[in-house]
Every structure is written in structure tokens, then in C-alpha cells.
């Protein structure tokens, strides 16, 4: 069982999942967290910029911080961006994880590795860890072969997941896209036939938090425990939210102009990590409770009034305890 108090590094704690587990971890561990081009001060942790490219940097931050345990977020994760620059995405979404891996090699670290739904192609659905996986776009193959550097080390947990929750940035996750569309009164377009097991990622949070302390390792499909399709969501979101669902029209997603392919079925199995684990994951319902709970106790202001700071770099090193923790 690990303690609580460890030092922890966080990879992209200025994206949106990254952010959000910082919130959540911050005041069980002493986290690091690694911004690149969006700059981010958020008080209670370190943060730091860091190219993930340059392992040299990456080598030096680890041995002075060590951290016994990295939540590896970081990565090139709009689907279109990446098709459109497959070099680029295959050095940040697999040789950045080669370079932790080969660095943190034969260390007392736990590796978390966020992979995604996004590995499977979204034919068959329900999709389990035995099942193949067969990524359609160049993201979703560079998370796997991701997930493959990551499996050279055995101290590892790999989550293929999907999840919405509170941008630092200004993009939006889907819940977050949905809200706004909703509030300014225009219209949705749903795909009634695009499923998923998103889960929210103060949710998800809790899982990898239970996983790091249950000492797990290898590769876990890590959702909800039901799925619904997109349309089904946005209504789900209008409901808790109080807003007219007549704003929200069912589409097909063959009807969407998307240049990258995208599996239609991205619903997930998440039998073996509730039983490994002996935890019950949260319903899309309950996720979406939970992002609404977050939104009317002012969690998305909080968290975007700590983006783009003017801070000074490095200021932090070397990296003593805080003292009033
Ligand atoms: N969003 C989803 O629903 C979803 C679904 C499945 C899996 N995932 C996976 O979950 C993880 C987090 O996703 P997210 O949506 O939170 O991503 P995100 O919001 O797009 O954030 C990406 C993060 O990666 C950082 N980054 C990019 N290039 C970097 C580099 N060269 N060096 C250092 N940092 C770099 C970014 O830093 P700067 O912005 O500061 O440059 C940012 O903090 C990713 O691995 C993604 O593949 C996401």
C-alpha cells in the first residue's frame, strides 16, 4: 500500500486532465507539475516548464525532485492536429514516454501512462483489454506504441480512457463545450451513434489515486462503469444543468464532415480494474453529478484563475518540503 505525503510529477499540468489531478492530489502529495507552452501557477504545487523532448532536462528534474510516482499526461491529444503532423505527435505522444521510461529504468517510481479510448477502432464496442486494438488516426497509434514504451518498465499502470471535466485552456472538453452551448441558447448537434465511457476527471482522479495506493500495475480499460452516446450525454447534461433539451438534435456522425477517422463505438469494458481494484466505477450520471456539484461550488473559475501567470521560473529549486503542509 503507498503512503500519502509522496512527491509526485505531473506531466501537462497545464492540460486538462493534468490540471485537474493536481487539484485533486494537491493536498495528499507534494506534486511537481510540467507545463510547456501554456504557463501555469497553481498555488499549493511547483510548477515548471519543461519540454519533454529534451531528456536531458527531464533526467536532471528527476533526480533532484525524485518523485515516487509520475502521472504521465502530457501528449498531442486533438486528433486532427495530430494527422495533420505525424512527426511532431510521434515524438511528443511516444519518444517524451520512451524518455521517462528509459529515465526513471530500475527506480522505485510508479508510472501512471494516460492512454485512450482512442487505441480501439470503435467497431465492435464494450471493448475489453484482450480485445485488439486497431487505431484509426495517427493519435490513436501513438498512444499505443506509447503504451508500449511504457510496458518495457514494470512498476506501470496504463488507463485507456475518455473524460471531460475543467479546462485551464481556453478549449473545451465535450461537458464543458456542451454547458456553454446550452447556456447561450444554441443549438447542439448530437451523435446518436457515437458511444463512449467518458468519465469525469476529478473521478478518474480518485480511481488512479486507488490504483497508485493498491499498487497496480499493467494495462486497464479506465471509464465509466455504463456508456451512452454522445446525444444521450448533452441531454444527460441539460437535465442535470436544468436546460431545454429541445436545443439538442440527434445527428448521425457519418453526417459530420470530420477529416480523421473516428471509431463510432468507443464504449468501454471496466470489469478487470473494478475487480482488481474492488471499486465500482462511477455511471456517466454520477460523473456528470459530480462536474455539476464542481461547477455550482465555482471549481471552473478557480481553476482558470490560476492559468498564464506572470511567475518567475524555477523559482522553487531545489525542491526542499514546503513547510506548512
Ligand atoms: N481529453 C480526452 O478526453 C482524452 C481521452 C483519452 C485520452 N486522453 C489522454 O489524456 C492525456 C491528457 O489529455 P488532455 O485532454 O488533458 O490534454 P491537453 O489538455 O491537450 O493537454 C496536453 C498537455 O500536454 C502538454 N505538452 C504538449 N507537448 C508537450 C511537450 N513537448 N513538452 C511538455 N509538455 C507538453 C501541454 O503543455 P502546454 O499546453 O503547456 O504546451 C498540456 O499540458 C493525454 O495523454 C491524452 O492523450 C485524453
Redesign the pocket.
Given at each position: 500500500m503507498k503512503k500519502n505525503n509522496e512527491r509526485m510529477l505531473i506531466?501537462?499540468?497545464?492540460?486538462?486532465?493534468?490540471n485537474n489531478l493536481a487539484y485533486y492530489f494537491k493536498n495528499k502529495h507534494e506534486i511537481l507539475g510540467?507545463?510547456?507552452?501554456?504557463p501555469v501557477s497553481i498555488a499549493g504545487i511547483k510548477t515548471e516548464k519543461?519540454?519533454?523532448?529534451d531528456k536531458s532536462s527531464i533526467k536532471k528534474v528527476i533526480q533532484e525532485f525524485k518523485p515516487s510516482i509520475i502521472i504521465?499526461?502530457?501528449?498531442?491529444?486533438?486528433v486532427d492536429q495530430c494527422e495533420n503532423a505525424p512527426e511532431i505527435t510521434y515524438k511528443?505522444?511516444v519518444l517524451?514516454t520512451k524518455n521517462i521510461v528509459e529515465i526513471i529504468a530500475n527506480k522505485d517510481i510508479t508510472l501512471v501512462y494516460?492512454?485512450?479510448?482512442?487505441v480501439y477502432d470503435g467497431v465492435l464496442g464494450n471493448f475489453s483489454e484482450t480485445d485488439n486494438v486497431n487505431p484509426l488516426n495517427c493519435?490513436g497509434r501513438t498512444?499505443y506504441e506509447g503504451e508500449l514504451e511504457v510496458l518495457k518498465e514494470e512498476n506501470c499502470i496504463i488507463l485507456r480512457?475518455?473524460?471531460?471535466g475543467w479546462?485551464i485552456?481556453d478549449?473545451k472538453?465535450l461537458g464543458e463545450w456542451m454547458l456553454d452551448e446550452l447556456k447561450a441558447g444554441r443549438q447542439i448537434k448530437g451523435f446518436k451513434d457515437a458511444y463512449f465511457s467518458?468519465i469525469y476527471t476529478f473521478e478518474l482522479a480518485k480511481v488512479i489515486d486507488i490504483a497508485i495506493q493498491n499498487q497496480l500495475s499493467g494495462v486497464y480499460n479506465c471509464g465509466s462503469a455504463d456508456s451512452c452516446s454522445k446525444y444521450e450525454f448533452s441531454l444527460k447534461i441539460a437535465d442535470r444543468f436544468s436546460f431545454e433539451r429541445t436545443l439538442i438534435v440527434p445527428i448521425s456522425i457519418d453526417d459530420f464532415p470530420f477529416k480523421v477517422k473516428r471509431g463510432k463505438n468507443l464504449s468501454l469494458n471496466v470489469s478487470k480494474l473494478q475487480k482488481s481494484l474492488d471499486y465500482m466505477l462511477p455511471t456517466i450520471d454520477q460523473s456528470i453529478d459530480e462536474f455539476y456539484k464542481d461547477y455550482r461550488c465555482g471549481l471552473p473559475k478557480k481553476i482558470m484563475q490560476n492559468r498564464f501567470e506572470t511567475r518567475k521560473e524555477s523559482s522553487f529549486l531545489p525542491y526542499g518540503r514546503p513547510k506548512h503542509r
Open positions: 506531466t501537462g499540468v497545464s492540460g486538462l486532465l493534468g510540467f507545463y510547456c507552452s501554456h519543461l519540454d519533454l523532448l504521465h499526461c502530457a501528449s498531442l491529444a486533438n511528443i505522444n517524451s494516460i492512454s485512450s479510448d482512442s493519435y498512444k480512457t475518455n473524460f471531460f479546462n485552456q478549449k472538453s467518458s
